[in-house]
């Protein structure tokens, strides 16, 4: 079977990292595989020592919504091409054609929304496997990222009729009957929410697919806790203007450190490193460092929280965009942890990682979810994905109506 990865939207190693043991397993398995990534140079330093092949991804590379800060999911959509005709024709255009070099068995759609409706135009199944916040509730409109805008409903709706219009366009171009709903361009075969009621940035979904979150414990390189005192803290941080504060608070306090900071560079991670902080650029295995973490310092990425709430551990965010933000009141709601708005870090971050220490209700309530997950098992997730996508029979994939261009592509 040929099996298509596609990633669109995002940025950093979590996006393809939390899928080598999934492409490892198709790999044994047999299959033939293809990732369509969004950032080539992280296709080729993770999957290239794997021996997993990789192409870079249809993208439209000039934004066509002129949007920086999203309202709701339908402002993403505008971002990525659906505010223009003619660069949602070309996205569709390219992964058709990415289709028909490679001619997949299935589409696996990571954060890839165009690539879902393409895989519906033209026949290709599709298994969409989200966090929850790429794929959000099916409602109209999508549910608005920032309340605190008090956009109307009515405002909304009128966001989503224009990239509808130009959804239709394309469409009706090619002689497929148009959509009556925005919505509908997400439409899959089968989507599988990785990750737990209590993390999904909406909230918990009835009848939704829940299998929990995807994430490695076993990549990166070895590092313990040896011969480091108590309190012990993990950061996983990215380079942003308050990442200087936020070490020189860590280095400052009496913890013991292991921060990853991809991108520092090996002079600023040897600068902010001594007996007690030790950062790094590579990412770190975390099976060794999470029986004794006491804390975890993040920017609040889906796939560390699931594996840090999965083990009791809680955490102080530093979030940098609406996903993170939102990812961090979910934590907040749980009690499992606190944020720290950038603007606010130099007044509120040493405060904030001191009331989470002397805290112990933080724990506690990790601790609890902890528990009640405990018989979750990653492995199992990975093997009930790998059956879900060898099952997807193309016989029943679901496709928009219309003329012989929106048919099925042939083998």
Request: with cysteine.
């Amino acid at each position: 079977m040929k099996i298509l990865f596609a990633w669109e939207i995002g940025g950093n190693l979590g996006h393809i990292a939390k899928y080598l043991p999934l492409l490892r397993l198709l790999r044994e398995r047999g299959h033939e595989l293809l990732f369509a990534s969004k950032e080539i140079e992280l296709a080729q330093r993770l999957l290239a020592p794997e021996g997993i092949a990789h192409v870079q991804a249809p993208l439209v590379t000039r934004f066509t919504g002129g949007i920086r800060e999203p309202a709701s999911f339908a402002d993403i959509l505008a971002e990525i091409g659906f505010a223009d005709a003619d660069a949602l024709a070309g996205l569709l255009s390219g992964w058709r054609n990415l289709f028909e070099l490679f001619k997949p068995d299935v589409l696996v759609a990571e954060y890839a929304p165009a690539t879902q409706f393409a895989a519906r135009l033209y026949g290709v199944p599709c298994l969409s496997l989200s966090t929850g916040f790429e794929y959000p509730p099916n409602v109209r409109p999508f549910p608005l990222f920032r309340p605190w805008l008090k956009l109307s409903t009515e405002t909304l709706l009128k966001k989503e009729a224009k990239l509808l219009d130009v959804a239709n366009t394309v469409l009706m171009r090619q002689g497929i009957a148009p959509m009556s709903r925005l919505q509908d361009v997400l439409k899959t075969d089968r989507s599988l929410l990785t990750t737990l009621p209590e993390l999904d940035h909406y909230g918990a979904r009835k009848g939704a697919n829940y299998i929990g979150p995807m994430f490695t414990l076993a990549d990166g390189l070895t590092q313990d806790w040896a011969g480091l005192p108590g309190p012990r803290i993990f950061a996983y941080l990215r380079p942003y203007p308050e990442l200087p504060y936020v070490l020189d608070a860590l280095r400052d306090s009496n913890a013991s450190v292991l921060a990853v900071v991809p991108g520092i560079g090996t002079e600023r991670a040897a600068a902010y490193s001594n007996e007690r902080v030790h950062v790094f650029e590579e990412p770190l295995k975390l099976a060794p460092l999470l029986r004794d973490m006491d804390l975890a310092i993040t920017h609040g990425g889906h796939g560390l929280a699931g594996a840090l709430l999965l083990h009791g551990v809680p955490m102080l965010t530093v979030p940098t965009n609406i996903e993170q933000y939102m990812m961090s009141s979910r934590l907040i709601q749980l009690g499992v942890g606190k944020q720290v708005i950038r603007n606010r870090v130099k007044m509120d971050f040493v405060s904030c990682m001191a009331q989470i220490a002397e805290a112990p209700s933080y724990r506690e309530r990790a601790r609890v979810i902890s528990k009640k997950y405990a018989d979750y098992d990653a492995d199992r997730m990975v093997l009930r994905v790998a059956n879900t996508i060898e099952r997807l029979p193309r016989q029943d994939v679901m496709r928009l109506s219309g003329s012989e261009t929106g048919a099925p592509l042939q083998h």
